[in-house]
């Protein structure tokens, strides 16, 4: 559906364009799509870091005994890739396309703070950079997961101190890149572009925007109080001082579960602007989707508990936050019924972003039905730490957050490359990660059903078979995913030249401008016409 | 960056980001700050 109609006139601002060049360019970067850009390129290197860490894991799962690794640097590998995964590859992949589409959909020449923009995204190498040097240092990396639960976490050695100071620097950087983002929505909205004429993308990144300034505040405290307890004597966490370990799960979940819909949110902002295209219809249900959106991140903040409800907590606690976490499900439906609900009698077709879009509303279903099971308190009595927790919250994260990355790339590729990628390769390369992402996890739910632990290197055999399924899944997973930057490259070399809308349903404001778009997107406000035929949701 | 001269009202404009952008600093580095700062003073009391 590719239009091959050479609309892409320059912009009349081209001329103006003074573009630095060489290192500077990056270094120095102030355009929000530079600095969209490296935000994505550095998520890519994590997702690959990250992954090389999951292979290693599958690796050593895939016999019961100990084959490859020792049990400290598996335990490392279980941390590390999880941090590296959530702060290093999923939220750096959503900020990089929130700078790039944020000013591009709401009319406006660039980010509002782009020096803070810099600053915010050049904290994150040294962040990652600190982290992965734990691997180096005696005592090895941090091993404790990635929620750094005390005890185990304070025994940790060199390392313990440059995670907490890696975790402060990536919550600065997500807090100031947050800052950017609301501002830049509040204020240089073009005229007439009001909140509910905003494509769900902005509106999911808004909220998200606010999720992160609450929150990561909250895990800076917790690492600190972690930092205080090893290093200045204090006990807030060690029962033998009059604190309570229990309390760092308290404030970690009160941080973590905002943080798993930090992690989503822009996924359901991402399908709701794939759907409707490849739909050729509207959006269904447009304002109930924008309060959904609010409703979930209001609700993430009263449901913390249900990550530890073996800890031993009053009935009346585990009641309460049952039943509020089942409520999640209420605003969740609503979503995945709207989305059906457009697709519905619509002129459906299949590219790329839109298989991927489909693959998120089936497979996230499954990741939200085994999270009703988990929130069920007598369930995750049984549930609690097994690898049905893995398979769980896997389902959510990879093909929920990822796949709706990876369908995002595949929409606004063509309009940021002004080229058609390799769809047929985009679609080898979604078919086989949508296959062994089941083949990888869904034997996990098995696994945890029948009792398997989760985070330990070795097994009883009785989970052989579904371990070396699993394991099968994710070394062929892992391997497909070497196509994704492979069509990248090969878009950003050349290809079919497309229009403005390079997708014949496409709606919103980036689609207006020139594909590629100018380097400074808006510097003339769009005018209402154009803003009425771009929010045609 | 091409800001000025370039919305309806530009200087207002200007002046609207940089209230919301300090308005938001100031919120976040209390948070940020203040959570930590109350957490050690009720340990120490």
């Known amino acids: 559906m590719a239009n091959n109609d050479h609309a892409a006139v320059a912009h009349d601002h081209d001329a103006h364009d003074h573009k630095p060049h060489g290192w500077r360019r990056w270094v120095y970067a102030t355009n929000h799509k530079d600095i969209g850009t490296m935000y994505l390129v550095f998520a890519g290197i994590s997702f690959f870091i990250g992954g090389t860490m999951a292979m290693l894991i599958r690796l050593e799962l895939f016999k019961p005994g100990l084959q490859f690794l020792d049990p400290q640097f598996f335990n490392s590998m279980t941390t590390l890739h999880a941090l590296e995964m959530i702060f290093g590859a999923v939220m750096p992949a959503w900020t990089g396309l929130a700078n790039w589409m944020i000013p591009m959909q709401v009319g406006a020449p660039d980010m509002a703070l782009p020096r803070l923009n810099n600053f915010s995204f050049w904290i994150l190498p040294f962040a990652f950079t600190l982290l992965l040097a734990t691997l180096f240092v005696p005592g090895g990396a941090p091993a404790g997961g990635w929620t750094m639960y005390p005890p185990l976490m304070l025994q940790g050695g060199a390392s313990f101190p440059m995670t907490i100071f890696a975790i402060h620097m990536m919550g600065i950087s997500s807090i100031l890149g947050a800052i950017n983002v609301v501002v830049t929505i509040m204020n240089l909205r073009a005229p007439g572009m009001t909140l509910l004429r905003m494509p769900l993308f902005v509106w999911t990144w808004l909220i998200t925007a606010y999720l992160l ?301 020139p594909s590629p778009p100018p380097f400074h997107s808006w510097t003339d406000p769009p005018s209402d016409a154009v803003i009425q035929r771009g929010a045609a949701h | 960056m091409a800001l000025v001269g370039t919305a309806p009202d530009a200087g207002k404009r200007r002046r609207d980001v940089r209230r919301s952008a300090v308005l938001l600093g100031v919120i976040a580095a209390v948070f940020y700050v203040g959570f930590i700062v109350m957490m050690i003073w009720r340990a120490a009391r």
């Open chain 1, 213 to 513: 300034i609450a929150v990561m505040p909250v895990l800076a405290g917790a690492v600190t109080m972690l930092l205080t307890d090893h290093f200045f004597g204090t006990t807030f966490f060690t029962a033998a001082g009059g604190g309570d370990p229990v309390m760092f799960q308290h404030i970690f979940w009160f941080f973590g579960h905002p943080e798993v819909y930090i992690l989503i949110l822009p996924a359901f902002g991402v399908v709701s602007e794939i759907i409707p295209t490849f739909s050729r219809k509207p959006l269904f249900g447009y304002d109930a989707m924008v309060y959904a959106t609010a409703s979930i991140a209001f609700l993430s903040f009263i449901v913390w508990a249900h990550h530890m409800f073996t800890v031993g907590m009053p009935l009346a606690g585990q009641l309460f936050f049952m039943l509020s976490t089942m409520l999640i499900a209420i605003p969740t439906g609503v979503k995945v019924f709207n989305w059906t609900a457009t697709m519905y009698k619509g002129s459906l077709s299949f590219e790329p972003p839109m298989l991927f879009a489909l693959s998120f509303l089936f497979l996230f279903t499954i990741g939200g039905l085994s999270g009703l099971m988990l929130a069920i308190v007598p369930a995750d009595y049984q549930y609690q730490d097994t690898y049905f927790v893995v398979a769980h919250f896997h389902y959510v994260l990879v093909p929920g957050a990822v796949f709706a990355i990876m369908g995002a790339v595949y929409y606004w590729l063509p309009k940021w490359t002004g080229n058609m990628y390799d769809q047929k390769l985009a679609k080898w390369h979604f078919w086989l990660s949508t296959i062994f992402v089941n083949v990888l996890f869904f034997p996990q739910h098995f696994l945890g059903l029948a009792g398997m632990p989760r985070r330990i290197p070795d097994y009883a055999v009785q989970f052989t078979d579904w371990n070396q399924v699993s394991s099968i899944g994710g070394f062929a997973f892992g391997l497909s995913q070497f196509l994704f930057p492979y069509i990248i490259w090969k878009c950003v070399r050349g290809g079919v030249r497309v229009g403005n809308r390079a997708w014949e349903g496409a709606h919103g404001l980036e689609w207006e401008l």
